[in-house]
Structure formats: structure tokens, C-alpha cells
């Protein structure tokens, strides 16, 4: 862990316990403070613009406010409060919120150590408040289980009405929890065959003392030496009743006989699949009664145990006959201690923020399986975190979004596809001493840059090392959070922007040939024009600093140009090409009423390639929404980069200049720091833009928004999807080569 | 179900008395830890019909009704013999034997010595066994089995024994305040107009079925935690080895030293969710703790084996029962058999989860009914 660079303001208020079994969670809420990247504008007057660089970087100190969930075990606890002791600082507030049960074992423990009172939080209230929290908040936070494939588990989309839905918590008891509201819930029922009999019965039989021995026992064993199935009582014959010979007729019914012996795996995993039968079954039966078919189950019983999901899953799909879903949460373990933090901080409403999880900071989802990963298990058993930072403007869907119920982001799901996933994982790998040294010289006067980036390539390193393992340890593995994992790791060592200087220089050179492109472009006729910019468009995309390719193009051929640039696109038909189609738009119907663009890099691609294209649209007397990342990510253009370029664009360019003073041109930013694009989690302010100007087209360009993201997205409007593909091994799955050109215009169903 | 008829049942050439079935009649229900057999032992058999009877049914019917005990395991319950019964005109005793499953092949032995296939009768036999130990009824005893459905037959079975009373007293009884131990009191009650009713057969295994009417009915679900855990896990935890000394050592057990109850984990009741502080909140849970462990007796573990299974049971029928629309509950099934700790618990849960509006039920009969309706098949056919 890294925690240099970091204050810590923990108030007590901020500080949540939650103590359950024999890890003890712990919520805080710190600020932290990293350092971004900022640019701003030179005040030009008076002074020769010629050798100047056209903005000033600067790195500034920022303070963001984030969220740290760690779980340990308890052993640790004394250790963990002299932790907090020392980063505690302006107590106000002499409380400290605890839940579950170790907020009473410990009640005397933490008031002496702390100084503080122990305010004990209903556990119930606290699981649920996390559970809508982790639902509302983290994407691919709900998976299924499934058995014999490649990957344990599968992620399902959030959907963006989370209730209702019913809470299986099985801890030593089952809780039964039915949750219609964000405040309202009911407990419905549950019952006692949990997680403790599971344990308790278990050790007695087997004199096993510890709950995961006995699951490693479980998953060794033979129930069918112990229960009685179906075909002991029935013989052969029981094809011909239409039942499972294998289903269990009664559990433990082979073992009525005082002189035979069983062995201890037969014996746990007979009680692991009784315990989990009779628990889907009650969960299928409440399910039924109050109309619901989202089950989410948590507690010790299921905290990362496949076996125990697999067998709860396989109770859920027989008993339900399928009609009800066995869902897990990635964060399960967090739940309360989430839920008594929020509780504590009702007063500062953190529901009025969104929260985005820090990839460098959390550890990943660990199967635990004990005979699939035994290293992993020893690594991680205990201590394990989480960590989600504010964002400083909620995050919302795309209203333009045809389903934002079954919206997904990604095209290639990395952790179903082990080909690519593979390839993919080979590729961050090879690139990672690149991008090091990149960081590094991005900062060439500090002293510790080097030091910085090579942690930050250890850790990466690290990660993708776990991915290779367990792809599923952040959700559902894509090229989207390979890219973004490493632009969380970057900032975790301070590299808030490592190609700001390449993008300075980039911009500056573009901006000096934009009104020669224009020259040239108002000089052509009607049709050609259009086909121009199109091709310009493509080729400002072939400048991708993220594209192996083309960065050792670029590094090694500093001459490479726009024209270079064209030159290397395929020529038509393209790899996908509906141009004819767009053109005949163009040609026969109305204007637009408002395009929204998503831009990728800056320099050429912004300057030369996007703007002359926005100038265009403008002049039909379309409005221009240009939505730039709030952060940076790669050479990717700032929204703060992106208002620079355009006061000077305008200062050249009358069009541009009357649409930026007419509000026809709007400059906003999408909310989000990734080279890729999540069009369910869009700042708000862009959302009501879109709404407010009745956008009626929108086109994604690169290859991270418009490939590996959104290639299958459908939207409600006209949509233009445009990329150069500037990776071979992606060029050959699509059936083409190195540089071929993706133009997707779609047009809604009726 | 019940469509087919089975052959050979009711079309002997019976000399002009057609509308009789040949003795002896017997019902057998063939589970998955015991065996019931019911015996019809006619008492009404004139001069002439005993000269007539050949010298076989003459033991066969000495052997069952002067003994009680047969072999080392066969058990005749003689407090559930139903006297002077009228079955399809003839006059007689019922009588209700039970033997362990895997005493089979004994029993079919039985039948091959004692020529039971010379008697030209038919055997209706019902439960899983019955297409278990078909092949060994054919082949060891020249035996044809009349296979009959496992759940026609308790119903059947239940609405007859139910009619015809048991000797004068009610076969349905209840526990009259089974949440109050002073004054609860066992009392018959009047299943006249039984339907609907959910019907609970807690055998080795647990079915739960609702019936609307003598013809329909269905089943709702089961649990494979029944009488087969209960004395299972018995047997592992305490070394016993018969139902009857498991059931003897729960009674004398402390099930609240091995079980976590809502107290043990909140001081007291858990009044956020309405949870009395007596409720078991983890069955087994304080096992969790090896000095717990070390201090819990046999006979705690054995009650608190019965209690988690008791529980579990009468929270799945009740669930049941709220999704049927149901409130009257008939539990059966041998299970229950001497076991007044279930019962009275059964009784109590049902009544206090549901806040009094559903009522638990129970039969003398206990686990007879399916052999009782393979009885009753083999005579409506005749």
C-alpha cells in the first residue's frame, strides 16, 4: 500500500466499524491530496507568439475526498486502533459508529483506546444502506455464478432501478430482507440453518475447527456416500417416475447406522449442500411470496467462497425452476461498514455524490477457492481493500441511450474470451516500460521520478499479474479497465499527465496549419468536401500516443505529418463503411438539430481533424456539443485543453468564433478520466445539455470509444462511429488490416 | 394418476364373487428407512370358508396376529389395531407392522418359503420400494408387485382412516394453547370438510402437498431434511443406534446450549425485526466455540438436532401454506411417531409465526397411510 501523499482528516464522525465474526471492517473518510495536471492560457499580447508554447502546464496540489473500506482480522484490531489513534485529528464529535457483532465485544476496547463512545448502528440498516450504495455506485458489482466455464463468475449490467430486491444474508444465522426503497425495507423472515450450523454441526462431525477447512473439506467430499438420493429408494426404476435419480431424498439418511464409518469430506459436503438447499429453498419460497426475482446473497456463508455460491446458485436455479437469479456482490464484505458510514455522515448526504472505484487502490475480488488458487487465498485472507473516490459532479446515463437497462460499455468481454484476453493482458505488459519511462520524463525536474515510475510499473505489473490469475477480480476484465487501471495507477504515483507536454506541443503545431486545412477545404465543391472531412477526421485519429504502432511512429519520425497521416488509411470501401449512407443524409435531409461529439486526442486530431468538421456542421446550421474527458487519460484532449484551443481557433476562424459567442457551440466535459467511454456514467451537466438542445446525432471517434467501447451501442438517435484501427491483432479480428477504417453510421429502427 | 389399472388386480376367476377380492389383503408402503405393512384379518369367515382356505393363508394370518414382534425387527403396533372394521362388506381387524427397509430381502425370503404366490392374490405396494424390489419380488418369490402411486395412496389413505374413526375415537387431533406448555392439552378435532389442506408427510425425506379435493391435489415442494437427518445426524453425533433412543435422548437434552438463540447475540429480543429473545437465531451456533463444545452433553445435541429439523420443517409448511392459501396443516409421517417434542413444537411455530392463523394437525396413524391406501387400491378395484 501506498500511503505517502496522503492527509489524513479522520474525524470520528467519519470513522465506521464494522465488527462481524472474526474480521473486522473498517470505513474512513479521508482526503487526499495528488497532485493534476492544469493548463492555462499565456496572456499573447504584445509578445512573439511564434516561439512560445500556446498554454502553460502546471502540476497544482488537489484535494479529493475519498472513501477507504479495509478488512482485516480481528487479531489485527489492536494494531487498527492505534492506527486510527494516530491519524485522528479535530475530534468533535466523540462518537464512533460500530455494527455487527463485534461492535459489542469490542465496545470497551475501542472507548479506552480511542477515547471515544461506542455508538452501536443497527447491523440490518447498515447492510442495506451499503447494498444500495455498492448498487448504485460500482459498475459490475452484481455477479452470477456460474459452474464449468471459463470464468466463475458473471457480471451483470446495473440496472438503473435497483429495487426492489430481496437480501439473503447468511452469517451464523439467514436473514430475509426485502428492500422496496432506499429507506424502506422489511425483514420477511429467515431462518436458523445458516453459516453457524454449517460450522457448528461441521465441527462437530468432522472435528474440523475452522470454517474454511471445512469448506476444503466440502469440496472434496461425496454426499451421495452420506444422503440418500432418490435412486436409493426408488432403485433403477426412477427414470421412469421423471425424477433426478441424484436428487436428495434425505440428507443424511444413509448415515442411520451406528457401525459404519464416514469420512469427514463426505460428511461436510453432505451438510454444505443440505444447508444451501434448505437455504435456496426458503429464499425461492419468500421470492415467490412478495413477487421478486432479484435475490443478492452476502454473509461469512458466501463472502468468496465459489463453493458455497455454486451450491446456493444450484439450489436457487432448482428450486426457482430458473426463474430466479442467485446474485453476489463484489464488495459483500463492505456492506455494513459502508452502511455505518453513510449513516454517520447522513448530515453530509454522500448519496448526493457519485463515487467512482479506485482501481489502484482496492484489492480485486479473490476466488478462494481453495483448490483452484491456494496462493492467492494465504495472500489475501487478511487484509483486503476497498477504495472509492468522490467525484466532484454526479455521473448519470446518456439520455440518448436506447436501453440503458442492457447498456454495455465494452464490446469484448476479456474475461469470456481468453484469446483475447491473453493478447490484450500481453500487450498492457509489453507497453508498461513505455509508459514508465514516459512518466518519468514527463517530470523531468523532479528528483523522484524515477523512483515514482518505476513503483507505478511495479504495481501495474502486479496487477496484471492478478488479472492473469483472476480476471474477474474487478468485475468483468475489458480493454476499458486494463486502460483505466493503469491511468489510477499513474495518478496513485503522481503522474496526474504524463503526455501534457507532448499534447502541448502537438496542439501548438496543429493550430499553426488550421487555416490552411480550412483554405484548403473551402476550396473544394459540396461533395468532395464532405469527403475530405471525413478523411481528415480519420487521419487526426491516427495520432493515438495509446497505439503502439503509431507511438513508435511518431517517436522515431518526428516529420509525421496529416498528409503522412492520410496516406496510411486504408482506401475505400473501408472495413466498415456506410459513407454512402451518411452522405445521402447529408445530401437529402434536414439539418441537424444538434450534434453531440465525443472527442480522443488532442492536437491534430482535435485541430484538424474534429474542428474543420464541427465548422461544417455549424454551417448547416446544426448546433456542436464537444464533450472532452475531465481528466486526462493518454494524449487524450481536457475539456480545460479543449477551451484553450478553441479561444484560439476562434480567434482565427469567424465561424467558429460567432458559434462559441451564440452558444451554437458548446464546450462541455464528459465527467469521466478514461481513454474509453462508459455512456451510462456521463457527467449530469452533459446529459441536460443534450436533453435542453434536442441532440439528434451523435458521433464517437478513437478507438477507445468507439471500438473497444460502444461498437454496439444502440442510441435512440442517428449515431456516427468512426476509428482507425491502429492495432494488427484487432485489425485481423475484424477481418482487416493495420490502419482500417471503421465508419458506422446507424440510423434507429422506427 | 390412479388412471391405470394394474393387471391381475380384481379379474381373478373368483367363482361367481366377483365383487371380492381374494384374501389375504394386504397394503404395503416400501420407504426409504421403513417398511409398512397393513394386514385386513377377516373375522367374519364362515364354516364353509374356512374349509375352503387353503393351509397357507391359515399361517400367514396365525403368524401376523399372534405375534407383535417378527424376526428381530418387524414391530406390530398394536395400540393403532383398528377393531371391527367393515372393509368391502367383510368384517375384521386392521392391523399395522413396520420393519426397516433393508430388512427387504428377508421378507421377500419370507414370501418365497411360505409360497405366497401359490395364494393368487395380488400385492399393492406403494413408496419408492415398490420399484425398488420389484425385480426381487419377481424373481425370488414369483411375486407380481401392483405398483401404486405414492401420493394417491396417503391421500387415500388419510381421508379413509380419518372417516372411519379410530375405534370410536377421533384420528385427527390438535394441541389446544401450544404456546402456553401448562395448558396445552391434546384434543380431537373434526376433519369433516377437510379441504383444502396442506399435507405434510415427514418421512425420511419431507413432501409437502396440497389437497383440494379427493382427486386434485398436488405436490408443492419437499425438503430433504426429515426423519432421515434428524436420525442420521443422531447417529453420528451421539453414537445411538435406533429412532427411538435418539428420540429418548433429546428428551433429556438442553437444545439452548448448543443453539445460538436471538439473546445469546442481542441481550435480549431483537425488536428492529420483531424477534423474540428465546428464537433460535443459529441452529448449532454456539458449536462454533470449541470450550462450547466440549461442554454440551449427548443428549443436548440429540434435542438440538430435533429441534433444528422440527423448525425447519415447520417453517417450510408454512411458507407453504402462505403461498397455497391454506391454514389448516396435517402433519404425518413416521417421523412423528412417539415424538411429542416435534409435534407440540410443530404446533407451536405454526401457530406463533403465523400469528394464530394457521393450525397444525395431526394423526394417530402417523406413517401408515400410504400402506393403508395401497389396501384400499387393491379393494376399489375389485
Known sequence: ?750 | MGEERCPGVGDHDTGGNVAEELFPWFGLDIGGTLVKLVYFEPKDITAEEEEEEVENLKSIRKYLTSNVAYGSTGIRDVHLELKDLTLCGRKGNLHFIRFPTHDMPAFIQMGSEKHFSSLHTTLCATGGGAYKFEQDFRTMSDLELCKLDELDCLIKGVLYIDSVGFNGHSECYYFENPTDAERCRKLPFNLENPYPLLLVNIGSGVSILAVYSKENYKRVTGTSLGGGTFFGLCCLLTGCSTFEEALEMASHGDSTKVDKLVRDIYGGDYERFGLPGWAVASSFGNMMSKEKRDSVSKEDLAKATLITITNNIGSIARMCALNENINRVVFVGNFLRINTISMRLLAYALDYWSKGQLKALFLEHEGYFGAVGALLELLDSA
Open chain 1, 1 to 750: 500500500m501506498s500511503w505517502q501523499n496522503r492527509v489524513w482528516i479522520l474525524s470520528t464522525r467519519n470513522l465506521k466499524t464494522v465488527s462481524g465474526g472474526s474480521l473486522t471492517k473498517l470505513a474512513y473518510y479521508s482526503t487526499v491530496q495528488h497532485k493534476v495536471a492544469r493548463v492555462r492560457s499565456f496572456d499573447h499580447s504584445g509578445k512573439d507568439i511564434e516561439n512560445e508554447p500556446l498554454y502553460e502546464i502546471s502540476v497544482q496540489e488537489e484535494i479529493t475526498a475519498r472513501l477507504h473500506f479495509i478488512k482485516f482480522e480481528n487479531t489485527y484490531i489492536e494494531t487498527c486502533l492505534d492506527f486510527i489513534k494516530d491519524h485522528l485529528v479535530n475530534t468533535e464529535t466523540k462518537v464512533i459508529k460500530a455494527t455487527g457483532g463485534g461492535a459489542y465485544k469490542f465496545k470497551d476496547l475501542i472507548e479506552k483506546k480511542l477515547g471515544l463512545k461506542v455508538d452501536k448502528e443497527d447491523v440490518m440498516t447498515c447492510l442495506i444502506k451499503g447494498c444500495n450504495f455498492v448498487l448504485r455506485n460500482i459498475p459490475h458489482e452484481v455477479f452470477a455464478y456460474q459452474k464449468d466455464s471459463d470464468t466463475e463468475f458473471r457480471f451483470q449490467t446495473n440496472h438503473p432501478n435497483i429495487f426492489p430486491y430481496l437480501l439473503v444474508n447468511i452469517g451464523s444465522g439467514v436473514s430475509i430482507v426485502k428492500v422496496e426503497t432506499e429507506d424502506k425495507f422489511e425483514w420477511i423472515g429467515g431462518s436458523s440453518i445458516g453459516g453457524g450450523t454449517f460450522w457448528g454441526l461441521g465441527a462437530l462431525l468432522t472435528k474440523t475447527k475452522k470454517f474454511d477447512e471445512l469448506l476444503q473439506l466440502a469440496s472434496k467430499g461425496q454426499h451421495t456416500n452420506v444422503d440418500m438420493l432418490v435412486k436409493d429408494v426408488y432403485g433403477g426404476a426412477y427414470q421412469t417416475l421423471g425424477l433426478s435419480g441424484n436428487l436428495i431424498a434425505s440428507s443424511f439418511g444413509k448415515s442411520t447406522t451406528a457401525d459404519k464409518e464416514f469420512s469427514k469430506e463426505d460428511m461436510a459436503k453432505s451438510l454444505l449442500h443440505m444447508i444451501s438447499n434448505d437455504i435456496g429453498q426458503l429464499a425461492c419460497l419468500y421470492a415467490k411470496i412478495h413477487n421478486l426475482d432479484k435475490i443478492y446473497f452476502g454473509g461469512f456463508f458466501i463472502r468468496g467462497h465459489p463453493v458455497t455460491m455454486r451450491t446456493i446458485t444450484y439450489s436457487i436455479n432448482f428450486f426457482s425452476k430458473g426463474e430466479v437469479q442467485a446474485l453476489f456482490l463484489r464488495h459483500e464484505g463492505y456492506l455494513g461498514a459502508i452502511g455505518a458510514f453513510l449513516k454517520g455522515a447522513e448530515q453530509d448526504n454522500p448519496n448526493q455524490y457519485s463515487w467512482g472505484e479506485n482501481y489502484a487502490g482496492s484489492s480485486g475480488l479473490m476466488s478462494t477457492s481453495p483448490d483452484v488458487y491456494p496462493l492467492q487465498r494465504t495472500r489475501s485472507g487478511t487484509f483486503d481493500m476497498l477504495e472509492m473516490d468522490r467525484l466532484e459532479r454526479p455521473l448519470v446515463n446518456l439520455p440518448l441511450l436506447k436501453d440503458p437497462s442492457t447498456y454495455i460499455p465494452d464490446t469484448v468481454d476479456l474475461t469470456d474470451d481468453a484469446m483475447a484476453r491473453k493478447y490484450w493482458l500481453t500487450c498492457f505488459e509489453e507497453a508498461l516500460d513505455g509508459v514508465a519511462k514516459r512518466a518519468a520524463a514527463s517530470q523531468p525536474d523532479s528528483v523522484d521520478a524515477l523512483e515514482r515510475a518505476e513503483k507505478f510499473r511495479q504495481k501495474y505489473w502486479n496487477k496484471l499479474q492478478t488479472l492473469r490469475q483472476q480476471p474477474f477480480a474487478y468485475g468483468t476484465l475489458t480493454v476499458r479497465s486494463l486502460l483505466d487501471t493503469r491511468e489510477h495507477c499513474l495518478n496513485e504515483f503522481n503522474f496526474p499527465d504524463p503526455y501534457s507536454k507532448v499534447k502541448q506541443k502537438e496542439n501548438g503545431i496543429a493550430l499553426k496549419c488550421f487555416q490552411s486545412v480550412i483554405e484548403s477545404l473551402d476550396s473544394l465543391g459540396w461533395e468532395e468536401r464532405q469527403f475530405a472531412l471525413v478523411k481528415g477526421l480519420l487521419a487526426g485519429n491516427v495520432f493515438d500516443w495509446g497505439a503502439k504502432a503509431v507511438s513508435e511512429v511518431l517517436e522515431s519520425e518526428p516529420q509525421f505529418g496529416f498528409e503522412e497521416a492520410k496516406s496510411k488509411l486504408q482506401e475505400r470501401p473501408w472495413l466498415e463503411d456506410s459513407y454512402s449512407q451518411w452522405l445521402e443524409r447529408l445530401k437529402e435531409g434536414p439539418p441537424h438539430k444538434c450534434a453531440l461529439i465525443f472527442a480522443d486526442n488532442s492536437g491534430i486530431d482535435i485541430i484538424l481533424g474534429v474542428f474543420p468538421f464541427v465548422r461544417e456542421l455549424l454551417s448547416r446550421g446544426t448546433e456542436v456539443i464537444l464533450a472532452c474527458n475531465s481528466g486526462p487519460a493518454l494524449n487524450d484532449i481536457t475539456y480545460s485543453e479543449s477551451l484553450i484551443v478553441a479561444e484560439r481557433i476562434a480567434a482565427m476562424d469567424p465561424v467558429i468564433q460567432s458559434a462559441l459567442k451564440e452558444e451554437k457551440l458548446l464546450l462541455v466535459q464528459t465527467g469521466s478520466s478514461s481513454p474509453c467511454l462508459d455512456l451510462s456514467r456521463l457527467d449530469k451537466g452533459l446529459a441536460v445539455l443534450v436533453r435542453e438542445r434536442k441532440t439528434d446525432l451523435v458521433i464517437i471517434e478513437g478507438m477507445g470509444r468507439a471500438i473497444h467501447t460502444n461498437y454496439y451501442a444502440a442510441l435512440k438517435c442517428e449515431s456516427l462511429k468512426l476509428a482507425v484501427i491502429k492495432n494488427s491483432w484487432l485489425a485481423d479480428r475484424l477481418g482487416g488490416k493495420i490502419f482500417s477504417v471503421i465508419f458506422k453510421y446507424e440510423v434507429p429502427c422506427k
